[in-house]
């Protein structure tokens, strides 16, 4: 059982590059989201969803879009990068219908930003 | 809005030592609470939660009860291994919105000597 899956697990970037940093799912959970972890910042929320076709904003949403065409796949884009995106990126996702439910980490993708 | 407080570290501990990490939260009604850790080069792992005030998560040793007169979710193990180094997250689900979010607290780096 796969779970939660990322690619790429590293990128590096030069400023005003655009990339999608993809995640899939294979529990067929309807709830997906996408946060970047930073020294001395925890994990801040990015972009969540709670099914196809339904996305919204988290904490920190500015310079990155979403899309959810399918259960399984939640890619997060960078249209033009910049140093402040340098960060780890987690995906996540949670089965609906259980609010305590437990929330499922990919490995993470480590972004650096020239 | 929702926050978590964690005790910042790093915290370093001998083998068999007692581990406290602090929690506290801020939250309209009554949030279910969790611990997530991270190993190295790993994503975040679901390590215990609680629902309701009173209730006392467990797992591989560790343990945190949900104080609702104090707003804390300290985690505590009577001895502690190598193997628990790692970082410790705190985190609450979040009022409204979403049933999935979680906000975190800015994470504990645990390292146990031998």
């Known amino acids: 059982n796969a779970g939660v899956t990322q690619t790429p697990k590293f990128q590096v970037l030069k400023t005003g590059q655009s990339m999608t940093l993809q995640c899939a799912q294979d529990?067929?959970?309807?709830?997906m989201s996408w946060y970047r972890q930073d020294p001395g910042m925890g994990l801040r929320l990015i972009h969540y969803s709670v099914g196809a076709g339904i996305t919204d904003q988290g904490e920190v949403p500015n310079g990155y879009n979403v899309s959810r065409s399918t259960t399984e796949d939640f890619p997060l884009r960078l249209l033009s990068a910049a140093p402040s995106q340098t960060s780890v990126y987690f995906c996540a996702s949670k089965g609906t219908g259980r609010r305590t439910g437990e929330l499922f980490f990919g490995e993470g993708s480590r972004l650096t930003v020239l | 809005g929702n926050s978590v407080t964690q005790m910042e570290g790093p915290v370093t501990l001998s083998e068999e030592a007692f581990l406290t990490i602090n929690c506290t939260y801020t939250a309209t009604g009554y949030p279910s609470l969790f611990w997530y850790v991270q190993y190295p080069g790993e994503g975040l792992q679901l390590l215990l939660k609680a629902t309701k005030a009173d209730d006392k998560g467990s797992n591989k040793g560790f343990e945190a009860t949900y104080r609702k007169e104090t707003t804390s979710f300290h985690l505590e193990k009577g001895s502690v291994q190598v193997s628990d180094s790692a970082v410790y997250f705190c985190a609450s689900r979040a009022d409204g919105g979403s049933q999935g979010n979680l906000i975190f607290g800015k994470g504990t780096k645990l390292s146990v000597k031998p």
């Open positions: 529990m067929n959970h309807e709830y």
